[in-house]
């Protein structure tokens, strides 16, 4: 089945910006999906189809996918953003998957 | 308001049976594919199982087929899973989430708060 890979932890300063990876066999052929996740709260949809953004997520999140490495941007990084990420794709044996997640710390 | 709230997690002894349910509202439940993902404590996210609007197509991640079994009434707006022979290694909190998209490409666009499952002696 198809894996993805997270690093475990990527820190960025306050107001700068933060770039968290997914990596993947070829990836850029597949639709790249990210979450994130609060401390004791459901996962939210942040960037579905690689760079697209459901109502409410601010402008500051963005995504690319390219090659083998899929990107989650986050500009100007505030305090609220600290949290879990997690990347998704559907495999072709009709399966979600997720990366193992990366915690982001804004310093 | 769109919803979905998981109910019927608890402790269970390794070998038991539990079985989950999933209230909608706020969106057309009959004509959305709704999914089960779990995550166990401090862990990451696991795809479970998905089911279609008319349950036609129904798949599972291989760690529970042959022992959880997905299920949905449309005129009750609501979603089932039954868990049996459960393990250690299902202790998890457990999400109903809506599956947005088209083959080939879905993503979960709606998750519910989770229902905990424990699965100890």
């Known amino acids: 089945s198809y894996e993805l890979t997270q690093p475990l932890s990527v820190s960025v300063a306050l107001g700068q910006t933060a770039r968290m990876t997914c990596g993947g066999n070829?990836?850029?052929?597949?639709?790249v999906h990210w979450y994130m996740q609060k401390p004791g709260q459901a996962p939210v949809l942040v960037i579905y189809?690689?760079?697209n953004r459901p109502s409410g997520i601010p402008e500051r999140f963005s995504g690319s996918n390219s090659g083998n490495t899929a990107t989650l941007t986050i500009s100007r990084a505030q305090s609220g953003d600290e949290a879990d990420y997690y990347c998704q794709v559907w495999d072709t044996n009709f399966a979600g998957v997720f990366g193992g997640g990366t915690k982001l710390t804004v310093l | 308001e769109m919803q979905l709230v998981e109910s019927g997690g608890g402790l269970v002894k390794p070998g038991g049976s539990l079985r989950l349910s999933c209230a909608a509202s706020g969106f057309s439940f009959s004509v959305s594919s709704i999914n089960w993902v779990r995550q166990a404590p401090g862990k990451g996210l696991e795809w479970v199982s998905s089911i279609d609007p008319t349950s036609n197509y129904i798949y599972y991640a291989d760690s529970v087929k042959g022992r959880f079994t997905i299920s949905r009434d449309n005129a009750k707006n609501s979603l089932s899973l039954q868990m049996n022979s459960l393990r250690v290694e299902d202790t998890a909190m457990y999400y109903c989430?809506?599956?947005?998209?088209?083959?080939?490409?879905?993503?979960?666009?709606?998750w519910g708060q989770g229902t905990l499952v424990t699965v100890s002696s």
């Open positions: 070829n990836i850029g052929s597949r639709s």
């Open positions: 989430v809506r599956l947005a998209g088209g083959n080939p490409i879905y993503y979960f666009d709606y």
């Open positions: 189809r690689d760079t």
